[in-house]
């Protein structure tokens, strides 16, 4: 609208002059030299115009021939750089679904058509890469970390292909060098931390740490969460060197990642040989809270030095109270309550703690049931049960990075490198899709746990034997089936001899050993100690001296030697006859 109202405008302006200059009296006369020109002032204007006309029109027609190779020029090269694009884009959709064919074709059609393109050089790279051409590809990479605009670009393939090639040491110098191109490269930055932390090199690894936090990498909690996780790890390597050193490390790491295991049990150790028990107490207690660990229920248990194993288990009990019975950490309690009950002798507080978990048991309840019937009751058969149920039995939670399980902490995952990975739970791997699937107990582990502990009756002397006999015959009463096959085992010792017994006194007797089907027959007579061996006229009788003739010929006894100066088997005989 407001250009129609222009337009107008114009005209009426346009009219209005022309309407001005058709009123305007006279000629305008033109003299140049003998040249004289007389016109009215309106023709003049109109031939004016049309002068102005045709000097533009002949610039606009000479500025076309001008510029026209330019322009073909120019046009050229954006088809072609069209074509490029063109070749770019769909080599890239060609390596995104994997067509290797296609993908090198339009590679070469991007490098023919816009090789300068950096695109077009990130399409050579990758499709090599896809064909497996390792070779091509770095020669793509080095080409691209020559370039200013695509330096980290080529930096960044050639990282990976030395990842690819095993090649750590490559690795870590491409790495460095692109953080000294850009401190604020994330893949660099990571890559050169994880190196320093699997060399050990805890002071670098800091510094690396605080570059990512001046760059922005990572935020203020991340931070100090990181730097906890490194100065735990320092510490950890130098508590038998520098305990000095661990020492302050480990505070350090304690004030700043406070939850973390590792760092709370290292400082409760040294804050207890500091006999600073209550500081030792707190520490714990923080870290119990958000991860409940062996660990920490372990270190709480021992943190004053001397203490009888019954004061540790109730100051296991009180940290294992600390958490309510509805989080996931109360089993963790249960458990460090069984060990230090079995430390302390309380077999039954034991049991007590490990009642709830005994029938769907993981490994270290299986083991701990195991260990139990092993010291109260010396039951080996109970104890293979519990140890054989163990080996099915679920996973325990371990220290589980990018699906590596370790035995202890780490700093660094060594799968990814990454820090601070490793968490307390449960491997993936170990979690059954279908509980159904499981392995049912075998009959014997049924029967050994069912059973109960078998009873141990000694006899002194024989005339013991009627009053072990009733008390066994009352437990014949019991109806439980498993009771009825259950055997006791009654042992029988020999009479303690005189002070001055006479030479021509027989040997002492050999133990009797009567099962409960043998109560209610006759006592049998006691066995001679030893046992004289009667032998065939022609048995030659078992050879005492060594091993037999071919493992004495192999292993070369003194007896192999003696039977070869013997002359061999009749040698053997004439000398046994003889």
Not at 164 to 176: L, Y
Not at 260 to 277: D, G, I, R, T
Not at 554 to 562: L, S
Request: glycine letters at 6%.
């Amino acid at each position: 609208m407001l250009r129609i109202v222009l337009f107008l405008v114009l005209i009426a302006l346009a009219a209005a002059g022309a309407a001005w200059v058709a009123d305007q009296p006279g000629d305008l006369v033109l003299t140049a030299g003998g040249f004289r020109a007389s016109t009215t002032l309106p023709r003049f204007v109109f031939l004016l115009g049309l002068f102005a006309a045709a000097v533009v029109l002949v610039w606009s027609i000479l500025t076309t021939i001008w510029r026209t190779p330019g322009r073909l020029r120019r046009r050229r090269h954006e088809k072609r750089h069209a074509r490029g694009r063109h070749a770019i884009t769909h080599g890239l959709l060609a390596i995104g679904h994997g067509d290797t064919a296609l993908a090198r074709r339009h590679a070469q059609a991007a490098r023919r058509h816009a090789p300068d393109d950096p695109l077009a050089l990130l399409l050579h790279a990758q499709s090599a890469q896809l064909e497996g051409n390792r070779d091509e590809a770095q020669r793509a990479f080095r080409a691209m970390a020559e370039r200013e605009d695509t330096r980290l670009l080529g930096l960044r393939g050639l990282f990976i292909e030395a990842q690819r090639a095993d090649d750590a040491v490559g690795a870590v110098m491409i790495a460095e060098e692109a953080i000294k191109l850009s401190p604020s490269s994330t893949w660099a930055s990571h890559a050169v931390l994880g190196f320093r932390c699997a060399r050990g090199d805890w002071s670098g690894a800091l510094g690396i740490l605080d570059s990512n936090l001046s760059a922005g990498l990572i935020d203020k909690q991340a931070y100090r969460r990181q730097r906890g996780v490194l100065l735990t790890a320092r510490a950890l390597e130098l508590e038998t060197m520098d305990r000095d050193v661990a020492r302050e490390s480990v505070m350090e790491a304690v004030k700043l990642a406070p939850t973390l295991v590792p760092a709370a049990v290292l400082a409760a150790k040294f804050e207890s040989e500091a006999h600073q028990v209550r500081r030792a107490m707190k520490l714990v207690e923080a870290a119990w809270l958000a991860n409940p660990h062996p660990d920490l229920a372990d270190a709480y248990a021992h943190v004053k030095l001397g203490d009888a194993a019954r004061q540790r288990l109730q100051r296991v009990e009180t940290l294992a109270a600390k958490i309510p019975t509805d989080k996931p950490g109360y089993v963790e309690g249960q458990l460090a309550i069984a060990r230090a009950a079995i430390d302390a002798s309380e077999f039954a507080r034991a049991r007590e703690a490990l009642a709830p978990y005994v029938n769907d048991p993981t490994q270290r309840v299986a083991l701990l049931m195991a260990e139990i019937e092993r010291t109260e009751h010396g039951d080996g058969g109970r104890a293979r049960a519990w140890t054989l149920r163990a080996v099915r039995a679920r996973h325990d939670p371990a220290w589980t990075a990018d699906g590596y399980v370790s035995a202890r902490w780490r700093p660094v995952s060594p799968v990814t490198g990454r820090l601070d990975a490793f968490q307390w739970q449960t491997p993936v791997a170990s979690l059954p899709s279908d509980r159904s699937t499981m392995i049912e107990a075998s009959a014997f582990e049924e029967a050994m746990l069912a059973a109960p502990p078998p009873k141990r009756v000694t006899v002194v002397s024989e005339s013991k034997v009627e009053p072990v006999a009733a008390a066994l015959a009352a437990a014949e009463q019991d109806n439980s089936p498993l009771k009825a096959k259950e055997e006791t085992t009654v042992t029988a010792e020999p009479a303690k001899p005189a002070a001055e017994p006479a030479e021509s006194s027989p040997p002492a007797a050999t133990p009797v050993f009567r099962t409960r089907a043998d109560l209610g027959k006759p006592a049998p007579a006691p066995i001679p100690a030893v046992i004289p061996i009667i032998r065939a006229p022609d048995d030659p009788g078992i050879d005492d001296e060594g091993p037999s003739d071919e493992f004495a010929e192999q292993i070369g006894t003194p007896r192999a030697h003696a039977k070869a100066q013997a002359g061999g088997w009749r040698g053997f005989w004439s000398r046994w006859g003889a």
